[in-house]
């Protein structure tokens, strides 16, 4: 994997004949120490139709400096980026592409602008002569990467740019205050915020090259588009203006279960990187974010036509099943560790903290490869392209013209009789395998009434969030005795390996037995978790 560090950043600009204060004394900045000039060179790489640009990330390939090579920036929140950085090659290389190939797809990244900075460069201390952030000043000229081969070409016959930067980036612990203290005194001394969200942006304006030809902008979450099609995005703001006139009363249900779609479809596309990295809990968030999406198609059939989104709906369930072969492992060895740190030190007989984590990583490799293979494989692929072609033509329905309200409160009640139908069956099945099999259905149930619920908040406010609540509190119990189910399989298993290695598996026994208690307790309140969130005036509350 890819070097990555943290960028937290201020940018600015400034005319050229802005002076640059004295940061001495700001803060805790005890001194400025010069740190040189360097010239660097990069070329940024995009799709054509810059799909890159539209979601903030950046890609270049740069000499010069202390940091030649390739470089992958991605965003994390305003002013903080993760930056990948792999040695020099001369195509992008593939730890870095398949970072991106959730925006990219199956498009080829091409040059598209080339950069030619000169920086100097200006390090703040503090009195011990700790770094505490650096100011970088930078004097760029832009070319559009095509025939930009030495310094005074223009690309493709379109006029380079020039331009005056200033970089604020924090290296030590200086923190949000030092970033805003030190933005105050360039503020005062005549330089202003950068109009755009990094070079590549306003490179890309100022050389005629931007997909809109608008001012560059720096976009937040919900703004950046799930495709680099300015045409998508265009053409759903006028579906949303017209349904909401055919509504007249506010948004339609067209308008609330696409804003939902969407915003899946969001975080899955964006989750990619973070999954592949590794990061902690985009697992489990992309995981939700499929099952939340595949719901939303099968509860709200009146909306979306169930012909089109049925076949996208199994290739979702195919990857939540993958992404729970990590998932499901994490949830599970988590609760097998905490449950043996709760039995005091007479009952842990044998190397059972030992036996555990070698069950744990074995199974983690082998996860985590197949995660990896699934993401780089064309099924995926193909599941990514057939979302972004969702988003561009949604299959809507008659209903999706009437208002939002009245569909959606239909939606999640029916969804809630599916509900009732299943937990009422569980709780009158035979103990043992038959209910456990029963409670599970139940389980999934309410967690598809919980999401229909919460896709339904923007039309049916307060009471539709209380009802996703209380739905969620009979989801968590059915949950944790699924849970418990599937840790007894584990825990048997268990103590068979360490009987045949001789290690003898009382403990493991002994947990089993704690799980089958807890499930037990979980079934025995279920009665009045259910009898509480079924109650007739939360349905009512529902009614528009």
Do not use: C, N
């Not at 588009?225 to 017209?242: D, L």
Request: hydrophobic fraction near 40%; charged fraction near 35%; glycine fraction near 10%.
């Amino acid at each position: 994997m890819a070097d990555t560090v943290r960028e937290i950043e201020r940018k600015y600009e400034a005319d050229d004949d802005t002076r640059l204060p004295d940061l001495a004394g700001i803060d805790r900045v005890a001194a400025v120490a010069e740190a040189g000039t360097e010239d660097l060179d990069a070329v940024y790489y995009d799709t054509a139709d810059q799909r890159l640009a539209a979601a903030g990330i950046t890609l270049r390939r740069r000499t010069g400096g202390r940091d030649a090579g390739w470089h992958l920036k991605l965003p994390v929140a305003p002013g903080v980026r993760d930056e990948l950085r792999a040695p020099l090659s001369e195509t992008p290389p593939p730890e870095l592409t398949a970072l991106v190939r959730s925006r990219v797809l199956d498009g080829e990244l091409v040059a598209v602008v080339r950069l030619r900075t000169r920086r100097t460069v200006r390090v703040l201390k503090d009195a011990a002569g700790t770094p505490l952030a650096e100011v970088a000043e930078d004097a760029v000229r832009a070319w559009p990467a095509a025939g930009a081969v030495d310094a005074g070409t223009a690309g493709a016959g379109r006029p380079g740019a020039r331009w005056r930067e200033i970089e604020v980036e924090l290296v030590g612990d200086g923190g949000a205050g030092l970033l805003d203290e030190v933005g105050r005194v360039l503020t005062a001394a005549g330089v202003r915020p950068a109009s755009a969200a990094s070079k590549l942006a306003r490179a890309l304006a100022e050389t005629g090259q931007s997909r809109d030809g608008a001012a560059p902008h720096t976009a937040g979450p919900d703004e950046r588009p799930i495709h680099g099609s300015g045409k998508a995005a265009a053409r759903a703001k006028a579906r949303g203006k017209g349904a909401g006139k055919r509504g007249k009363k506010g948004p339609t249900a067209g308008d609330v279960v696409l804003r939902y779609a969407r915003e899946q479809v969001r975080v899955i596309i964006e989750l990619d990187p973070a999954v592949r990295r590794d990061l902690p809990d985009a697992v489990h968030r992309m995981r939700v974010a499929t099952r939340r999406l595949r719901s939303a198609f099968r509860s709200y059939t009146k909306v979306l036509d169930r012909a089109a989104t049925q076949p996208i709906g199994v290739e979702l369930k195919w990857l939540a099943a993958e992404l729970g072969v990590e998932r499901d492992r994490e949830v599970l060895t988590e609760r097998l560790r905490e449950g043996l740190a709760e039995l005091p030190g007479t009952l842990r007989l044998g190397p059972v903290d030992a036996r555990l984590r070698i069950w744990s990583e074995r199974r983690r490799a082998g996860a985590r490869d197949r995660l990896l293979d699934v993401l780089d494989g064309p099924r995926y692929l193909a599941l990514l392209k057939t979302l972004h072609a969702f988003l561009e033509e949604p299959p809507l329905r008659r209903a999706a013209g009437r208002p939002a309200p009245e569909v959606a409160a239909g939606a999640v009640l029916k969804d809630y009789r599916r509900l009732a139908r299943r937990t009422e069956a569980a709780l009158a099945a035979p103990s043992g395998r038959e209910r456990d099999e029963a409670l599970h259905g139940a389980r999934k149930a309410a967690k598809r009434t919980r999401y229909a619920a919460e896709a339904a908040r923007p039309a049916l406010g307060r009471p539709a969030k209380k009802f996703a609540k209380r739905t969620k509190r009979v989801q968590q119990l059915l949950g944790d005795h699924q849970d418990s189910v599937v840790a007894r399989g584990e825990l048997r298993e268990l103590a068979t390996q360490a009987q045949r290695a001789g290690e003898g598996g009382f403990t493991f026994g002994l947990l089993y037995g704690r799980e089958e208690a807890l499930a037990a307790d979980r079934e025995r309140a279920l009665p009045d978790v259910w009898r509480k969130a079924s109650r007739r005036k939360h349905r009512a509350a529902l009614r528009p």
